[in-house]
RNA sequence: AGAGUGGUUUGUUCUAUCGCUGCGAAGAGAUUCGGAGAGGAAAGUCGGGACAACACAGAGCACCAUACUUCCUAACAGGAAGGGGCAGGGGAGACUCUGUCACAGAUAGCGUCGCAGAAACUAUACCGCCGUGGAAUUUUAUUUCGCGGUAAGGGUGAAAACGUGAGGUAAGAGCUCACGCUAUGAUAUGGCAACAUAUUGUGGGGACAAGCCUUAUGGGUUGAAAUGCCAAAUAAACCGGAGAGUCUGCUUUGCAGGCUAAGGGUUGCUCGUCCGAUUCCGGGGGGUAGGCAGAUAGAGGUGCGAGGUGACUCGCAUCGUAGAUAAAUGAUAGGACACGACAGAAUCCCGCUUAUAGAGCCACAAGGAAA
RNA sequence: GGUCCCUUCGUCUAGCGGUUAGGACGUCAGGUUUUCAUCCUGGAAACAGCAGUUCGAUUCUGCUAGGGACUA
């Protein structure tokens, strides 16, 4: 069976308060150039959003020029889409996970550094939820 | 021959799979199909507009901008052509070529010109020069102390009352004259004009206006986080300041009306003007922070023709060309070549400035190294 | 997106076009002390960059770079 990748604007962040709240009392973790948020939120907060969704940072003040601003948002929406399918059937269905990447390395990064980095995370939140279910 | 510098034009491409944002079509829907999808600078936000909101009887002041002329443009601190200055080159010369210039006014006024120097602005007397009075030395003469004249010579400085020659004088001086330089007025000729040339009159110490300023011209303020509509939500909380006087009517408290006035508007100030008691102004707090419009066909591009020295304008034909809202162009695999520079739309447009690998074209050529 | 402001020793700051660019803290050297601290003396150390105006620019003007503030 073919996996699905897409990437639709509902399971992209875009409300100001969800991304507020998601920094402010969201679980954090560093690893590689790249800090990690996520939080888990009643679904009824988000109602047009779909179960996981995420937002890539990159600061202004570190990438001066737009264009690698840009560059470095696609290549980790671009990993995440081809790795989100470990999540996949996990999440608690009146539950929503938010998902916040902020890349703080120094240089542009490659996809390659980006696949495996988000493929590893998605793994160590995938075992927390197995682990929580049962 | 090549490296270099400056200007200008251009600014990788093909196939497959997965994926993103609008649009169109089909479908009850999930979804499927078709087609479109960053730049010459999208950047800086330096000018100017379009558009929008608010304001606007009027006058004065302040503030800001511009500054050789004519033209182009919707407009501009932009552009074109011309004029002038400066620098450099060529030429025997007449002249010519190239580059560059924020290029109105210093004879409206104020201010500044450090150090040095005698003196730095109604100029100045340190040395020197000349005249003259006194003293010393035995006289010619020299030295010295005063008074007066002088800007030729000296040295200082970025800058010291125009240069050369003659006259003139005790010595000197545009003090006078000739020639020249320069400022300005008048006339004539050429030019739309800036200006140029000629004749003639008057005059002669600067510099700085990217110091204040003067003159002329122009400028209402704020910018898409503007603005309009819909939905949701709420607070007439609290603090500070001002809430005065007088007249009339009703039935005492009080209420209503008029006048002056506090206060407010006139988007800097003053006058003026308008509003002016169910209070006004300021601070501060609470809620919401979603959607639609604005928003993509416009001072549009391309080609041809005509006009103009040119910027540009006119006519005809033709093209359809991003529209997101945490924000769309990416990833993987495989080829081609020069191995891909600067760099990503956020209301739109015109300019300017800055960045830019490689390739094409044009111009420039100093010094060094190698052969 | 828009409107503005600021860059001076290592840090915080003064600076009327002509200055040896001043001060404080820090730093270095010497002295004082048995030694350290304090104290005393002395030194090094800066105008963000590039052009223009001017006899002369940290100061005035333009451009570039960096930093900051405000704005529903």
Sequence with gaps: ?????NLTKAERLHSKTLIDKLFK???RKYSYGIIFYNLLTDKTLSSDQKDVSIIVVARKKQFKHAVDRN??????????RNNKHILDNLIPDDKHLMLGMIYVGNGLPEYSFCFKHVENYLTTLA????????
Excluded at 1 to 5: D, G, S
């Design 71 to 80: 560059r470095i948002k696609r290549l980790f929406r671009e990993a995440f």
């Design 127 to 134: 075992t927390h939820f197995k682990n929580q279910k049962k």
């Design 25 to 27: 009392n969201g679980t």
């Design 1 to 5: 069976m073919p996996v699905k990748h």
